[in-house]
């Protein structure tokens, strides 16, 4: 059973920038494909961005594009999610996914998840 736990959540201004880091750890990071997702208050989970296990692929959805960029670093087992340009729609709890041998989709998430981190955006 591998943990993942997320950092970097918090406060930000709308148009500021924040960036959240997952490690994983009890499982080879190199096996798994990530993901984050996020839920606002009074709303579903939503896929936001995912990444394969070397990086060739990547995928967001189409709120994010152009201002969220999702990167992994297999030498240290973290995934970080840049987020820029933030807009208070954004504000939700953020989950880091992970799924083994596979890539987690909008419509597939994988089975492991973190406890999650808050980012609230607003003036």
């Known amino acids: 059973q591998v943990q993942l736990v997320e950092s970097g959540g918090g406060l930000v201004q709308p148009g500021g920038s924040l960036t959240l880091s997952c490690v994983l750890s009890?499982?080879?990071?190199?096996?798994?494909?990530m993901a984050w997702f996020r839920q606002a208050p009074g709303k579903d989970r939503e896929y936001v961005a995912s990444?394969?296990?070397?990086?060739?692929?990547?995928n967001y959805a189409e709120s994010v594009k152009g201002r969220f960029t999702i990167s992994r670093d297999n030498t240290e087992n973290m995934v970080n999610l840049q987020m820029h340009n933030l807009e208070p729609e954004d504000t939700a709890i953020y989950y880091c996914?992970?799924?083994?041998?596979?890539?987690?989709?909008?419509?597939?998430?994988?089975?492991?998840w973190g406890q999650g981190t808050q980012v609230t955006v607003s003036s």
């Open positions: 996914n992970a799924e083994f041998h596979g890539v987690p989709s909008p419509s597939g998430p994988g089975r492991d």
């Open positions: 990444v394969s296990w070397s990086s060739d692929y990547t």
């Open positions: 009890g499982g080879t990071f190199s096996t798994y494909g």
